[in-house]
């Protein structure tokens, strides 16, 4: 069977590639730039290497025009909404499993690969996304968009290895990107100045406004919107008699609102553009597993609204910052159900 790999010029997926090269699939590598060459060059370089030491070929496919449009326009208009998005979800529903996925079925190969930590399981007639067996990498949470069909034509080798695992098999195998450092920011904006790449890219200053309480009494003025996320503390500029937090944004109105901290916990949310990694919503009430950050501990809560696109959920125990923007991931046990962006 032959398969594409997604390469990025990292660890893991090299690591990926090696390890089903062992197990006969005929494989080869491609790797998406994305946006300007000179930020992509050295990845570019790493994943080529990679390959040459693998024996098999690689290609690079020029998706910035597609990349824009679909990850960084969304991220822009979310943060300019007053969200915070997480491009790197969109990117693996537009990018990883939407453009790349659908190039390498053209060039007729029946795979993909990646080297994100989860696993695909075909049991009882359908696909199924579970946990990688290593909790601390596991990367389900940026997978929950991933329909019937994506997951049908999807190899993750990585799943039941740990980080450890991977960089022993990279060493093994003689690739030069077995030591190489993990990058934690997002690849486009890779001084994390998240609000000056907005700026830049619409040409346009964000005003300042102000910030109020509950109330809507004026505590002072915010440097642009775009420059806060829920939950924050630190970093308001202001000098203050208690300890306030972000608890929400008002991008209409240009206000930051401030509380204290019992006001950022909340006991349900909404979320829209869900996704029913079975292919149709749960029938009736059901218990869950949820998280809402990536690296949050899974919580117990109840869907008690789901649509095709849309789903409710209630927490057994009122949660932290829930944000806007963010992605609401159900489990059931170690399998993932689905997800949905939170309104």
Not at 195 to 216: N, V
Not at 301 to 321: C, H, I, K, N, S
Request: proline share 5%; with cysteine; aromatic share 10%.
């Amino acid at each position: 069977m032959n398969v594409l790999i997604a390469m990025s010029g990292g660890v893991d997926s090299s690591a990926a590639a090696l390890l089903l090269q062992k197990e006969g699939y005929t494989c080869a590598g491609a790797m998406m730039r994305l946006f300007a060459p000179t930020d992509t060059a050295a990845g570019e370089q790493d994943a080529a290497m990679a390959a040459a030491a693998l024996g098999i070929p690689f290609s690079v496919y020029d998706m910035r025009d597609a990349f824009h449009k679909w990850v960084i326009e969304d991220f822009i208009n979310v943060y300019k909404a007053g969200g915070t998005p997480n491009p790197c979800i969109t990117c693996n529903r537009t990018m990883k499993f939407g453009a790349f996925l659908d190039r390498a079925r053209q060039e007729g190969y029946e795979k993909i690969a990646t080297g994100h930590y989860a696993k695909v399981v075909y049991e009882d007639g359908q696909y199924v996304l579970y946990q990688a067996d290593d909790p601390a990498k596991d990367q389900s949470y940026v997978l929950w968009s991933l329909t019937q069909d994506q997951l049908s034509a999807l190899l993750l080798p990585l799943g039941s290895c740990s980080k450890e695992d991977a960089r022993a098999a990279a060493r093994a195998g003689r690739l030069g990107t077995a030591d190489k450092k993990e990058s934690q920011d997002i690849c486009f904006v890779p001084d994390g100045d998240y609000a000056g790449f907005i700026e830049r890219s619409l040409g346009i200053t964000f005003p300042t406004g102000d910030f109020i309480d509950e109330t809507g009494r004026v505590l002072g003025r915010h440097r642009g919107i775009i420059r806060y996320t829920i939950g924050q503390r630190r970093g308001l500029g202001l000098s203050l008699q208690e300890p306030l937090y972000v608890i929400r944004k008002d991008a209409a109105a240009n206000q930051v609102v401030l509380g204290p901290s019992e006001k950022l916990f909340s006991r349900e949310l909404r979320a829209g553009r869900a996704n029913w990694i079975a292919g149709r919503p749960p029938e009736g009430p059901t218990r869950v597993q949820a998280r809402i950050r990536y690296n949050q501990k899974a919580f117990p809560a109840t869907v008690t609204e789901a649509e095709a696109d849309v789903f409710r959920l209630e927490f057994d125990e009122p949660q932290r910052a829930v944000s806007p923007g963010q992605s609401a991931v159900l489990y059931d046990g170690e399998r993932v159900l689905g997800g949905g962006i939170i309104l």
